[in-house]
């Protein structure tokens, strides 16, 4: 079946430092979207890339989307306390009626 | 706020139990979705529903079932419970129109298995 991977599983940085997440899937994806999940909270969507090559910004966070669809990434410019917290990537399933698959995701910790 | 409710909020039981979380997805969302969560763990897929029928299956236990009501909220029974089922248990919500398939979760019922 198919496999999102997401490295690396851990993420330690110092304040103002960059910070980048990859996502790599099994299979080519139609679209692939991006969840932050904060300690003690709920996955709550950051974005949506639906075209090959597609960069997005929000901020200080830069997405993209591979040239052949089954990879993605997540660059955070000058990390702040506030960027804590896990962040997933998932892609569809495969299937029709919205079902995603999720990476493992990428646990960041700031140091202040 | 997403406009996803799930409760209870908090559940603490014994094994062997069985239990019932309940979820409510956004307004105007047809599909629902469970995920279960250990600790530092990513969301296991556990089942999806559209439109009140079962569409996918991921991990899900034997001892688990879920089902959709025509109100289109959702119910996770888990059941015969053990230690190893507390977890954070998820529910999400999407509409399924149009290309858009962002999910939408709940805040999550926490259940502990003493």
């Known amino acids: 079946g198919q496999q999102v991977m997401q490295i690396p599983q851990y993420q330690h940085v110092q304040e103002g430092e960059d910070f980048t997440t990859y996502c790599n899937s099994s299979?080519?994806?139609?679209?692939i979207q991006w969840y932050k999940q904060r300690p003690g909270g709920h996955p709550v969507f950051l974005i949506q890339?639906?075209?090959?090559?597609e960069v997005k910004k929000q901020k200080r966070l830069t997405f993209q989307f591979g040239e052949a669809k089954k990879n993605s990434s997540l660059h955070i410019t000058a990390t702040q306390t506030t960027d804590v917290g896990t962040y997933f990537c998932?892609?569809?399933?495969?299937?029709?009626?919205?079902?995603?698959?999720f990476g493992q995701g990428t646990i960041l910790t700031v140091h202040p | 706020d997403s406009g996803v409710t799930q409760t209870p909020k908090h559940l603490i039981t014994a094994t062997g139990q069985r239990v019932t979380l309940r979820c409510s997805p956004r307004?105007?969302?047809?599909?629902v979705y469970w995920y279960q969560q250990s600790l530092d763990q990513g969301l296991q897929f556990l089942i999806q529903?559209?439109?009140?029928?079962?569409?996918a299956k991921g991990n899900i236990l034997e001892r688990f079932s879920a089902q959709q009501f025509p109100d289109l909220h959702s119910e996770l029974n888990l059941s015969s419970l053990e230690l190893g089922d507390s977890a954070l248990y998820f529910c999400?919500?999407?509409?399924?129109?149009?290309?858009?398939?962002?999910?939408?979760f709940g805040p999550g019922t926490r259940l502990t298995v003493l």
């Open positions: 307004s105007g969302d047809l599909s």
């Open positions: 529903y559209y439109n009140g029928e079962e569409r």
């Open positions: 998932a892609g569809p399933a495969g299937t029709s009626y919205g079902k995603l698959t």
């Open positions: 299979t080519t994806l139609s679209n």
């Open positions: 890339l639906v075209k090959s090559g």
């Open positions: 999400a919500s999407s509409v399924v129109a149009g290309g858009s398939n962002e999910q939408f």
